[in-house]
Structure formats: structure tokens, C-alpha cells
């Protein structure tokens, strides 16, 4: 994690991360203000917070109350030498705890980061910099020896010139990556957690059976979605952007609707309008992309090839973004071993789906076949070995396709984790579906997955293979696990060079009768991003109607301005935020593609909130009673936002019964809830203060350093482009 310190006056130092800050001050003593501990008290303190976070961890997953819990630590300091000291971690447990449970929270604060970082004693490196904005890569992992080429299945260069190559490329492109966390739970299974230091919104997550290979899959995933724009999407690229030469690719073209909204001609061919608009009710407005919201502009479209004869078709980002998530992007060392990847997943992915939602029961892999591949099946004993049965299945359908599954159960909870991999090779296959499956768990992470079911409509419902393509956590079917399976175990095997899986995997979808579209790209490295129309979306292609993420244009503007609304303004969002029957639960980050600090009110704004303040506002106090009743009933927020919502409703309640007077309560709720908040409180329900706990910006995005850290990231992405294209970009 990249910490970045500012010198604030005196001795006052100011650390900022993720979307903390931390102030260090040293007492008066030292010649500091004594305004805030100092560094080594946070570090104390980091110790004693760590175990007992693990202690918390501990009792919630036992349903344990934490009550009659407390925890202490004291650093006992050697006369001798200041810097040899002992960290005496003391804990007061309750008489009634079992002594297997008092046994189990001495040894899960054992397993304190903090503590294990501190007694394997961190190596310190001091050097200084020219820039720290573009000193680019933090070392990743150390130098892999001079001459040493490792090769993996269905990579055509050694996972040391891979990654140095792809390291590389986001050096050129200033793009600082740093490793947040590691994980190797058993062995031969290996996952990591890349970020952008200066944008920690743009992250991937890699796994492989070796340390290696599962960064080179991070930072793959990386280039590939910064290749796709994926960081990107459902986000605001500002209005530089948005008015610059282009806005996602210096290829990209732009149709505007007709004057009836139709859809343009140019976008799209016979074959999609058909799957994308079968009922002839989509309209162009509905494709103006998010990012840009650039209405007058029109359809920001994306060239791709049609496979089966080469011709251009253009696809509106809009399009892309609300209906394939990730799916069908990947980064390679050359052009045939990204679209194999890109295939691999495409197939994955849909077989995991028809397997799910037709409740097909696959066959076992025999124990001799698994024999043949001995560290694949020495992390299933692993697994075994913490009490998880595994299940190793052919999800083949019968040798059609080349997919395996790995099937967790966990008899602690009743819980199953069905984890699919796909890859021309059999190995391979196999291999991913086991990495995938830990991939950046815990044996306690594995304590939420969900329990199977025999409804049928729970396991067919889309949101379900959403989940199962987000991170695998749907439901799936108990017929699932019947003995009787539907097709036979076949030990197939679809490999050869890239160029042939390739052609091998074109092959099964022209079998399928299924439409292929390409976009490659070269801006970093080779990646493509492929589109199986009617095969390889994630969601219901209805939700371009329904539930279009180009929603976020009607309201973006006017929540960014809140606070210079006026009343006619204020009455007009409001209007439209109930006439569109949206669910007052879905937070103003995903409704208008702004990343707000989460540690704010902005935050963790839902529309039911942001529909008080403007009721607030606009003096509708007993139409903000009825809500702010909904809030403190089911609304998850801060206990700081429960409270000032809590003396919302006391005051609206008052105000609103003609026999009582607020003059009368006033000082039994200054004693209860603070004057500071009550002044707020009751100037909200007077309208004197508006929108209390909203910061003022608009659509230049003031204060919102987080997703101006975003944008920066974008912008650089956008420079890279527009350079290799030979375009000048005047505004920005």
C-alpha cells in the first residue's frame, strides 16, 4: 500500500491512503502541539487493534457476543535498549466462555498480521526519487534469476519475460502497481491483489500454482482491463473527456438518433439488432454511453470484426458496458494466446450457466485420471485436510467443451462453492478451476458460501449466474450432487499450438451457430476483447431498457449540484427520482458513477436518504417523516448518521403534533444527542441548513479526490492512445 506524507505545520505530519488521512502531531514536550499521537503510538496501538480485530473475527463467525470481551496491550521496554521490546497482550474473557472457545481466541490473536509482520522483521529500503508520481513500479516481486525461463501451459514465453514485459508496460504508462495481499492456503495454489497505488479503484486479482504464475495473471488481467476500459466503467470521465478528440478510441465513431429516437444506421447488423432488439422498443437515447453522457454527441461506437467474414461492425460502448461486465477480455503475450484466453472464459462461463440453470449433474473425474496431474491433487488433499470434501468434475457435457469443475462442500455450514475453469488443455482446465476457487480466500471466507437448494427458480433467477460470474457465490442445485449423472467422464483434450486452440474454439461456436465479434487492441501489449452475441452476456439483454446504466444522465448533474438547485430544480429531481420507481436502497455512487470517499456522507448516500434531505429542503416534512421512519428502520449507515436521523424524527415528530412546542425539548435533546447536532437537526427541519453532511461540488468534481484520482488514471490510458494515433489533445 503506498502511503503518501505531507509536512503540515510544526511538527504535524499528515499520512493519506485508500481514502484515509491520518494526522501524527509529537507531544509538547518533543516541541510538537500534542494535537494528535504520534507515529510510534500508532504504531503501539496498530498491534493491539490487530488482535483484536482477529478476537472480533473469531467471536462473530462462532456467534460469540463480545461483551464481556476486553483486550489490552502493554510494551514493555528493555533499560538497555530501547528499540528491544516485549508487546504484553492481555485479554479478560467471561467466566461462562467454554474453555475450547477461550483455547481458540488466544490463538486467533496468534494470528495478528501485524504481530507475524513485526517478529519476521520487515527489510527496510531508503533511496530517493526524481518524481514519485512517475517512479512507476514499486518491486513486485524480487529478480528472478539471470536465465531462468519458466513455461506454463498456453503461454508462448516464459512467465519471467511475461511479466517483465507487462511490468514494463505500465511503467511506460505511469502506472504505479503495487501487491496488497498474498494468499497460498494450501499448497500449490497461489493468489495476489494488484492495485494502482494512486487509484486504488483500478485492481485485478491473480492465481496460479506457483507465485509466479498467479502475478502474471494479475497483471494479464490488469493490462486487459485497461485495454477494455473495464476500471472504467459506469464512470464519469469528466468533461474533458467527454469533449476531447475521443473519449474510449481514437477508432471509435459516433451516430446520432434520429429525430424519433430511432436507432441509427451504422451501429450494429442484422444478426445483433435481432438479439439486442427483438421487439423493436430500443431507442438511440438508451445507447448514449455513461462515461461521456455526452447527449449531443450521440452513440459513442466500437469497431469489431465478424469473424465468419471480416466485415467491421460498430457496437456501442454503452452497449458493451451494460451487458458483458468483463467477459470475453484477455491480454497475451501475442494475439492467438489472448483470444484463447478470451474463449476459454467465454466458454467457462456459459457452460458453468447451462450446467447450472438446467441443473445438469456432471460426471466424476476418475481417481487415476487425477493421479496423473500430482500437485492439482495434493492441494485438494489440502483442502481435505481442513475438513472441506472435494468434488472434481467433467463439465465437458460430454467431451463438447472444454471446461472442468472443482466443487467445494463445507459441512461446518452447509455451504457449496462450485468453481469452474476452462482451457483447450485438460491440465489447465483443472488447474484453474481449483486456483479459482481460493482465489484471495481464507478458510473462514469460506464459511459464507451459500447453501444449495432444490428450488429451481432460485437457481435459474439471473441475478443467481451473476453471482456465479462475480466471484462464483450463487446457488446452485442439490441434483447437482446426484450420483446419477447426465453425461459420461470424458478425458478430452482440445490442445496444440495457440494458433490451433484458437481455431479449434472459433470452431465450436460456428458449430453452435453462434455470430463471433473482435476488437484487438495494441495500445498495451496484445489483448482483444470478444463478443458471442446471445451466448456470452452476463446480463439480460432487457436491462438496455429496464435498467440502463445510462440512467445515472438523468440525474448526474443535478445531484452533483445539489446545493445550487433551487426549489424548482430540487422539485424536478425529486419527481424523477419517484417516478422511475428506482429502489431507495441503491447507493448515489452506483445510481450516478461518481466514486465518493466511502468514510463520508456522500459516501454512503442512498437515494432514500438523498430523497429526506430534498423533502428537507423543500419544507415536505411529512412526507420526510415517513421516510426518515424507513431509514432508521432498515438502513444500513454510520451510527453518526442513525443518530442524526434519530433526532431528525424526534424533532419532525414535535414539529408536526400542533399540541407540543420543540422549545419545551430542546435541552433534554441537546443532552441527549449534542448541541453541535441539534443545531444541524433542527436547521434541517426548518430548511435554514440544507443537505447537512453533503460537502458542495458540481460537475467539475470538486472534492471528490477519489474519483479525480480516477480520472487521472483514465487520462493516462487516453494520453497513451492518443499519442500512438498521432492525435493532439488541446484540452487536457
Given at each position: ?398 467431451g463438447q467443451f472444454p471446461v472442468m469443475c472443482v466443487t467445494l462442500m463445507n459441512p461446518k455450514t452447509g455451504g457449496v462453492f462450485a468453481s469452474f475453469g476452462a482451457h483447450p488443455s485438460f491440465e489447465a482446465a483443472l488447474e484453474r478451476s481449483l486456483t479459482e476457487l481460493l482465489q484471495g480466500r481464507s478458510f473462514e471466507g469460506l464459511n459464507d458460501v451459500p447453501k444449495p437448494t432444490f428450488n429451481s427458480m432460485v437457481v435459474a433467477e439471473p441475478e443467481n449466474f451473476v453471482e456465479h460470474f462475480i466471484d462464483s457465490t ?54 482483444c476483447r470478444i463478443l458471442v452475441p446471445d451466448y456470452s452476456e452476463v446480463y439480460p439483454v432487457e436491462d438496455l431498457i429496464w435498467d440502463n446504466t445510462n440512467k445515472a444522465l438523468t440525474y448526474r448533474e443535478d445531484i452533483l449540484n445539489l446545493h445550487s438547485l433551487n426549489d424548482d430544480a430540487l422539485e424536478g429531481l425529486l419527481e424523477r427520482l419517484e417516478e422511475n420507481q428506482l429502489d431507495n436502497y441503491t447507493d448515489i455512487i452506483t445510481l450516478i458513477g461518481i466514486e465518493f470517499d466511502e468514510n463520508t456522507v456522500w ?130
Open positions: 500500500m503506498e502511503i503518501k506524507v505531507n509536512f503540515l505545520d510544526n511538527l504535524r505530519l499528515e499520512a493519506k491512503f485508500d481514502d484515509y488521512t491520518v494526522v501524527a502531531d509529537q507531544p509538547i514536550r518533543y516541541k510538537g502541539d500534542g494535537s494528535a499521537p504520534s507515529p510510534f503510538d500508532y504504531f503501539l496501538a496498530s498491534s493491539a487493534l490487530c488482535a483484536a480485530y482477529f478476537v472480533k473475527v473469531y467471536c462473530v463467525s462462532r456467534d460469540i457476543s463480545t461483551d464481556g470481551i476486553r483486550l489490552s496491550q502493554n510494551n514493555i521496554v528493555d533499560p538497555e535498549n530501547r528499540y528491544n521490546q516485549i508487546f504484553q497482550i492481555q485479554v479478560e474473557l467471561p467466566e461462562n466462555l467454554s474453555e475450547k472457545d477461550r483455547t481458540g481466541i488466544l490463538r486467533s490473536i496468534d494470528r495478528c498480521t501485524v504481530k507475524k509482520v513485526v517478529q519476521t522483521g520487515p527489510e527496510f529500503k531508503i533511496e530517493t526519487v526524481e518524481n514519485l508520481e512517475e517512479d512507476a513500479q514499486a518491486m513486485l516481486m524480487g529478480q528472478a534469476d539471470e536465465g531462468s525461463k519458466t513455461f506454463i501451459l498456453g503461454k508462448d514465453l516464459p512467465l519471467e519475460q511475461t511479466i517483465a514485459d507487462m511490468t514494463g508496460l505500465l511503467a511506460d504508462l505511469g502506472m504505479k502497481i503495487e501487491i496488497s495481499s498474498w494468499r497460498n492456503i494450501v499448497p500449490n495454489v497461489w493468489s495476489l491483489h494488484i492495485r494502482d497505488a494512486a487509484s486504488p479503484m483500478c485492481f485485478t486479482n491473480g492465481k496460479g500454482s506457483t507465485k509466479e504464475s498467479a502475478l502474471c495473471s494479475a497483471l494479464g488481467e490488469f493490462i486487459e482491463r485497461l485495454n477494455c476500459n473495464f476500471f472504467y466503467n459506469e464512470q464519469f470521465i469528466g468533461q474533458d473527456i467527454a469533449n476531447s478528440e475521443f473519449v474510449h478510441y481514437p477508432n471509435e465513431k459516433w451516430f446520432k438518433p434520429s429525430d424519433d429516437d430511432a436507432l441509427p444506421t451504422g451501429i450494429l447488423d442484422d444478426y445483433t439488432r435481432a438479439i439486442y432488439d427483438p421487439e423493436g422498443e430500443l431507442r438511440g437515447s438508451q445507447l448514449v454511453d455513461t462515461n461521456s453522457g455526452n447527449r449531443e454527441r450521440g452513440i459513442c461506437s466500437i469497431p469489431y470484426v465478424r469473424h465468419s467474414d471480416g466485415k467491421t461492425v460498430y457496437f456501442p460502448s454503452n452497449l458493451i458496458e451494460n451487458l458483458y461486465l468483463s467477459n470475453g477480455m484477455s491480454a497475451g503475450n501475442n494475439s492467438n494466446e489472448a483470444k484463447v484466453q478470451c474463449l476459454s472464459e467465454i466458454f467457462e462461463r456459459a457452460v458453468k450457466r447451462q450446467i447450472i440453470e438446467e441443473e445438469i449433474v456432471l460426471p466424476d473425474v476418475p481417481q487415476d485420471v487425477l493421479n496423473k496431474y500430482p500437485s492439482i491433487v495434493e492441494g485438494i488433499k489440502g483442502l481435505e485436510a481442513q475438513g472441506f470434501p472435494v468434488l472434481v468434475k467433467d463439465a465437458s457435457l460430454g450463487g446457488v446452485i442445485s442439490w441434483r447437482f450432487f446426484s450420483a446419477k449423472h447426465d453425461h459420461a467422464f470424458c478425458e478430452w483434450d482440445f490442445s496444440g499450438t495457440n494458433e490451433e486452440e484458437s481455431e479449434c474454439l472459433f470452431g465450436i461456436l460456428k458449430d453452435l451457430g453462434k455470430e463471433v465479434y473482435i476488437a484487438e487492441f495494441s495500445d498495451l501489449g496484445s489483448a459516501g454512503q448516500l442512498t437515494i432514500l436518504e438523498l430523497k429526506i434531505l430534498i423533502y428537507l429542503a423543500l419544507g415536505g416534512l411529512e412526507d420526510a417523516i415517513e421516510l426518515v421512519e424507513t431509514f432508521l428502520q432498515f438502513n444500513d449507515n454510520t451510527v453518526e448518521r442513525r443518530l442524526f436521523y434519530q433526532a431528525v424524527h424526534a424533532v419532525l415528530e414535535i414539529t408536526l403534533d400542533e399540541e407540543l412546542e420543540l422549545e419545551d425539548f430542546i435541552a433534554n435533546l441537546n443532552r441527549m444527542f449534542g448541541e453541535g447536532i441539534m443545531n444541524n437537526v433542527v436547521g434541517s427541519v426548518t430548511g435554514e441548513v440544507r443537505f447537512f453532511g453533503l460537502t458542495k461540488t458540481s460537475m467539475k468534481l470538486e472534492g471528490l479526490d477519489k474519483h479525480l484520482r480516477l480520472i487521472e488514471s483514465y487520462k493516462k490510458l487516453h494520453k497513451a492512445r492518443a499519442l500512438k494515433a498521432g492525435i493532439s489533445l488541446t484540452n487536457q
